[in-house]
Each structure stands twice: as C-alpha cells, then as structure tokens.
Nanobody
C-alpha cells in the first residue's frame, strides 16, 4: 500500500520559516513527479509547487510563493521537501504532498498524503 506521510507543519509568526517533509513508501519513488498543494478553510485545494522526476529536477511554483518557497527531493530517502520562508498569514493552510504527473492540477496526481497544518500568525 502506497503511503505519503507529511511532517513539519506548525504554528509560526509572519516572517518565520518552516520545512515540510513528505516521505513516500513508493518502491520506485524516483519514477514519480512530486507536488505540494494546500487547502485553506473554505477554499479549494490549490497548487503550490512541483518537482520533476527527471535528473534535471525542474521545479515549478505558483506565483504567490515564488522566491519564498523551495521544493526539493532526495530520491535516496524517498522524501520530498518544501522549504517555506518569509511566511505570511495567507499561507495558512493544510499542506499536502502528492505523487503522479507533473502538473498543477490535483486530478493529475495518483497518491496523496494526509496533510500537515501550517498556521501563520500576524
């Protein structure tokens, strides 16, 4: 059974940083593109960042996090990371990692984690 387990969320103040981790039980983790999404209360799940499975490791971000968030992966550890810097109250959401296609659409991903809460106070 495939499992994605996120960790690293918490309550921080505006301007602080967090590092989210997502460990996957996928046997062929390196074959999957990985993404991060988030969902705030009362809002739809939205794309945050994605990283290619290819050696180039191309990365993609939604405009609102460019320059502040960084996605990376360690295939040897079956783990994808999301570094969150200069956090803002509007970044408050449950953050989910996903494995599947390289896309900004949630429906293109095959596997999902349970989410980790990030709360940013002003």
């Amino acid at each position: 059974q495939v499992q994605l387990v996120e960790s690293g969320g918490g309550l921080v103040q505006a301007g602080d940083s967090l590092r989210l981790s997502c460990k996957a039980s996928l046997r062929t983790f390196s074959n999957y593109h990985m993404g991060w999404f988030r969902q705030a209360p009362g809002k739809e799940r939205e794309f945050v960042a994605a990283i290619s499975r290819f050696s180039s490791g191309n990365t993609y971000y939604t405009d609102s996090v460019k320059g502040r968030f960084t996605i990376s992966r360690d295939n040897a550890k079956n783990t994808v990371y999301l570094q969150l810097n200069s956090l803002k109250p509007e970044d408050t959401a449950v953050y989910y990692c996903a494995a599947g296609s390289l896309s900004d659409r949630a429906g293109e991903y095959d596997y999902w984690g349970q989410g980790t809460q990030v709360t940013v106070s002003s």
